[in-house]
């Protein structure tokens, strides 16, 4: 029966080692696999390395390094754990994996970068679980996702079910924009509220309903009419925009003000049984003049509190933004920027339609010029640039 | 040349409540027209005075927004599908 340093030796003459210095130029270009236990990983690692324990390597390593042709360096403490794991990964049909002779501790005395990795705590371990287990989320997407700042404009129908779902996956900072007070015909359909909040202001009673789902949310209220005055302000430094107000002359001015600081807006619109969803992706999509040049006159767009709307419509678009959101975020898969995604609950249909950017946009097309933010009438056409900015 | 027109919430009261009708016509505009011809009211929702699309209709064939192509011209295959989508802004 071979004893452990006959099987050292056995592994060894599998694999290929890499020293330090060959390692330190491959960084950045092979990735970098550490096998080492948590407690040793969080205390500093390589940075950018992938960390699969080794006691979970054969399970887990398909799923979160699915390319097996790509250059492996692989490190524990000393080189002995890594040159089991390399022979595991060659056996498993990875075809470029070298071992770190001296491990990390080798690499950390020479002087080489290393940095502690940001790591979840405990309590998120146990609440990101879900997201954790998808290795296209992973520990480091669920920091971005703690990291991310998404704005919600209005805490109503489609922003209540959005803010509720990117709390939960918990998205690090949620502004919300609303000026209304929480009434009780609102509670047929915007769920971050209840018979407790009547009359409270919206924003703070969407705080309350956020930040008791999840203490990781940082909420931002912006108790105020979006403006001309504000709206820049407001939405600078965010990531993403989800919108959710109620009105053409709000989703123009955002339009025009999102295109200028360049942040993608996550639209979504319903009208009693149908919904709409889509993304504005400045400059590298429609945005929402190419889609809706002019908006339609009043008496043949109503309002949903003219014409009604099933409570559970803004639930679904809503929640499809939150979606959308959170792919921008983490870079998944493909998002409907182009295309627009149409529900018809009646008939429970999806659709989608290809939508295109207009050469001819007056807001991001060619020949747009310079945009000015300012307050829309009912017609919403862009302003020139000497009009003047009403405060 | 049978084509398929469907129509959003707000336009089925003048179809009598139907989501879609079947209409005879081989480009954009034959098949709105026909569609007017069938529900009186129709055709001055989707055009203006000058028999122009309004702006705030977005009329596809198949996934093809019209304006893209050959606008009223562009041409419907048999059996094709019109949709027409309008802006909706509530939230």
């Known amino acids: ?391 | 040349m049978t084509a398929v027109v469907r129509l959003p919430s707000q336009l089925r009261p003048l179809a009598g409540g139907r989501a879609e009708l079947e209409v005879e016509g081989r480009t954009v505009g034959e098949v709105l027209a026909a569609a007017g011809g069938v529900c009186p009211g129709l055709t001055e929702r989707l055009f203006d005075d000058a028999g122009q699309l309004r702006r705030f209709v977005n009329v596809f064939v198949a996934e093809e927004d019209v304006r893209f192509h050959s606008g009223l011209d562009t041409p419907v295959a048999p059996g094709g599908v019109v949709s027409i989508v309008p802006a909706v802004a509530g939230g």
């Open chain 1, 1 to 391: 029966m071979p004893v452990f340093r006959e099987l050292f030796n056995q592994a060894r003459a599998q694999i290929r080692e890499i020293d330090a210095a060959g390692a330190e130029e491959v960084l950045g270009s092979a990735l970098f696999l550490d096998v080492r236990e948590p407690d040793e990983y969080e205390q500093g690692a390589i940075p950018g390395s992938v960390h699969i324990p080794r006691g979970n390597l054969e399970l887990q390593v398909e799923g979160r390094v699915p390319d097996r042709s790509v250059p492996i360096v692989v490190y524990c403490a000393g080189g002995v754990r890594s040159a089991f794991a390399a022979k595991t990964l060659a056996e498993l049909g990875y075809e470029d994996v070298t071992s770190l002779a001296g491990g990390f501790n080798g690499w950390k005395d020479a002087g080489r970068p290393w940095a502690v990795p940001r790591a979840l705590s405990a309590d998120q371990r146990n609440r990101y679980q879900r997201h954790l287990l998808l290795p296209e989320v992973g520990e480091a997407g669920q920091q971005k996702l703690l990291d991310a700042k998404v704005l919600l404009l209005g805490a109503g129908g489609l922003g209540s079910p959005a803010a509720l779902y990117l709390a939960a996956a918990g998205v690090g900072t949620l502004g919300v924009v609303d000026m209304d007070v929480v009434d009780a015909s609102n509670l047929q359909r915007q769920v971050l509220h209840n018979m407790d909040r009547i009359g409270l202001r919206k924003v703070d009673s969407a705080r309350q309903t956020l930040e008791a789902l999840n203490p990781d949310v940082r909420v931002v209220t912006y108790d105020t009419r979006l403006g001309a005055d504000n709206v820049l302000d407001v939405i600078s430094g965010y990531d993403v925009v989800v919108d959710g107000t109620d009105n053409f002359p709000t989703r123009y001015l955002l339009n025009d003000a999102a295109l200028l600081a360049r942040v993608p807006v996550v639209h979504g619109s319903i009208f009693r049984f149908e919904g709409q969803v889509t993304v504005f992706a400045p400059y590298d999509g429609p945005c929402y003049r190419c889609f809706v040049p002019e908006p339609p006159p009043p008496e043949l767009a109503p309002s949903c509190s003219e014409a009604g709307v099933l409570g559970v419509l803004p639930g679904i678009i809503g929640s499809l933004q939150a979606m959308e959101a959170i792919k921008i975020l983490l870079g998944l898969g493909d998002t409907l920027a182009g295309r627009l995604l149409a529900y018809d609950a009646l008939e429970a249909t999806f659709r989608t339609f290809r939508m295109q950017r207009d050469p001819a946009c007056p807001a991001c097309g060619p020949d747009a010029g310079e945009l000015v933010i300012a307050e829309y009438d009912q017609f919403c056409m862009p302003h020139p640039k000497e009009a003047p900015a009403l405060a």
